[in-house]
């Protein structure tokens, strides 16, 4: 070939700008079934120029002009002689190619950085610690004073990832957020943001990323981070901090409804506008008051409290007394229900109930929602009074706090069942709500007990013990505990707390409390003063209590 005289030769290599530089040479490696051995690279424009070892490679790399590679077609031209590439006491192109080369190479760069730190499915991105990272620091770029680094890896990202939902910024040293002024932009759809441990001390920081001052907010945040913050903790340590604190993320972030891994009642929810109707709003209060108990009438109201006395008091110190008042031929069950949620409200003081062992219960549950084997269900029905005894002897020992009549609830009312040979007879249903605790554990566990009683016949066992009736079945439902609120008795309009009480911050504390969760103003201050005052706490712990608390606490 004319001007060719041996040795390495220049290739010219157009429209590979969609992809990467190393992603081109794997490319190329695996078309011309070799490796290419490229000795240098070199960029002026938008063409790349590539020295390889012989004409022959060139030769290779010419067939496969045309060929498609991210989107584009590759064309490949000898360059003899070569184009010459000067460089200057810094390595730099002094020809004019050095400005894109340069940008070049920080572009694949920042592909990998990107591509160690998305997680698979290019939902979730992590930048936190820029600083320390190797290829940052190949670049030579310093993310604590120079933006336009994450301003360029926003960009690349949303070509790569353009699904994230979820970016971590934390320890990034980022005084001021105009560095990611462009986040709405290029994710609109981020529901996850942590800005941890940073150096943010002013909220007004904030409004680059929402509606105060972009064309492009957050409107889809769901989860923001600002622990470690100087604006966050300075703001919790003034009185009233934590209602302040989470006023100001909302007037910027109405969608948040975690912040700082806390779950807070959102001021809107995502693409509805604020005060819109959401699945947030407030629970509607029904027209009528929680009684503790129903009773049909005073007869088996006095039946009632005399047995549980008395079964109560053996079931706790002596349950092989129990015989005396277990039908010859009665039945017994046990259920253990693992879902309901633990009443933070009603048990201040108590030790997580999330590692509550119910394994020795379980073991003869009868759950019909968990126990599908029809063997299982029928050998865990216990039936008879000898079996019964027995089973229940074997169960940790408890104690139920009869002398707290608030933590006990039950209703009583008569039915008619049938009987031997189908003739009806007229039984008492007793359901108890309470608890126990076991004193080996300390734990405490919630209950509810369903008895069929029947009449207790003269001189039977049962009457012989003081016993006005004989268990004909009894179902014993067992779960974490759950406390005693939800049955409280409390009138269909209970009375506003007197605000002239409470210090300034405290009725500001209670008002907005009442604002965020719909509790009137009786349980608003219930709530506070459980949580000593602590409206961030009470604000938190709301959504683990919301369900087991009675429907008169709302408005």
């Known amino acids: 070939m ?5 040795g390495p030769v220049q290739v010219s290599i157009k429209g590979w700008g969609g992809g990467t530089e190393s992603s081109l040479m794997r490319f190329l490696d695996n078309k011309t079934g070799r490796s290419v051995n490229i000795k240098s690279v070199n960029y002026r424009g938008d063409i790349m120029y590539v020295l390889v070892p012989s004409m022959d490679v060139a030769q290779e790399l010419l067939k ?3 060929i498609r590679f991210a989107g584009g077609k590759l064309i490949f031209q000898l360059k003899i002689p070569q184009v010459k590439f000067g460089a200057d006491s810094t390595g730099r192109d002094i020809q004019g190619g050095s400005s894109t080369s340069e940008s070049a190479n920080i572009k694949d760069r920042l592909i990998n950085l990107l591509q160690t730190r998305a997680d698979m499915q290019g939902s979730s991105l992590d930048l936190s610690s820029l600083a320390q990272d190797n290829i940052i620091k190949s670049i030579g770029a310093d993310p604590l004073r120079d933006g336009k680094i994450f301003k360029a890896i926003l960009v690349i990202a949303e070509q790569i990832y353009p699904g994230l939902v979820t970016i971590n910024f934390a320890d990034n040293g980022l005084r001021s957020l105009k560095p990611i002024v462009d986040l709405g932009a290029h994710f609109p759809g981020l529901r996850n943001l942590s800005l941890m441990n940073n150096m943010i001390s002013d909220f007004r920081e904030l409004d680059c990323l929402s509606s105060a001052g972009s064309t492009a907010p957050l409107g889809q945040l769901a989860e923001l981070i600002l622990l470690g913050n100087p604006a966050r903790e300075a703001e919790l340590a003034q009185p ?19 912040l700082d891994m806390n779950p807070v009642t959102p001021r809107a929810q995502p693409g509805l506008p604020v005060g819109a109707h959401s699945d947030v709003a407030a629970i509607k209060q029904l027209p009528f008051s929680t009684e503790q108990s ?6 088996i109201g006095d039946m009632a409290n005399t047995f549980l006395a008395g079964f109560f008091g053996l ?8 015989a005396n008042i277990y039908d010859q031929e009665a039945q017994f069950s046990l259920m253990v229900d693992t879902s309901p949620p633990t009443n933070s409200l009603a048990q201040p003081k108590a030790q997580s109930q999330k590692h509550v062992d119910l394994s020795v219960y379980i073991r003869i549950s009868r759950n019909l929602a968990r126990v599908k084997s029809h063997i299982k269900r029928s050998s865990a029905l216990i039936v008879g009074r000898d079996a019964i005894i027995q089973t229940i002897s074997q169960l940790p020992t408890t104690q139920h706090p009869v002398q707290d009549a608030q933590r006990f609830s039950f209703d009583a009312w008569q039915a008619n069942v049938p009987g031997a040979q189908g003739v009806p007879h007229t039984v008492a249903i007793l359901v108890v709500h309470g608890e126990f605790t076991e004193p080996q554990s300390q734990n405490t566990i919630s209950f509810d007990r369903v008895f069929a009683l029947a009449p207790a016949l003269p001189g039977s066992a049962a009457a012989s013990v003081g016993s006005p009736c004989v268990v004909v079945n009894d179902q014993l439902t067992l779960r974490r505990y759950n406390g005693f609120h939800s049955w409280l008795a409390m009138p269909a309009d209970p009375p506003a707390a007197a605000s002239g009480s409470l210090a300034p911050e405290q009725q500001e504390m209670a008002r907005a409390l009442q604002e965020q969760t719909g509790l009137n103003a009786e349980w608003t201050l219930k709530c506070l003063e459980n949580y000593g005052w602590n409206y961030q706490l009470a604000l938190s712990e709301f959504p683990q209590i919301r369900g087991t608390l009675p429907r008169e606490a709302f408005q």
């Open 315 to 322: 079931y706790d110190g002596n349950r092989s007394g129990l």
């Open 294 to 299: 129903f009773v049909e009438n005073q007869g």
């Open 2 to 6: 004319v001007g060719y005289t041996g």
């Open 240 to 258: 009233g901090g934590g209602l302040s604190y989470v006023n100001k993320v909302h007037q910027r972030f109405p969608t948040v409804s975690m």
């Open 64 to 66: 496969l002009s045309g």
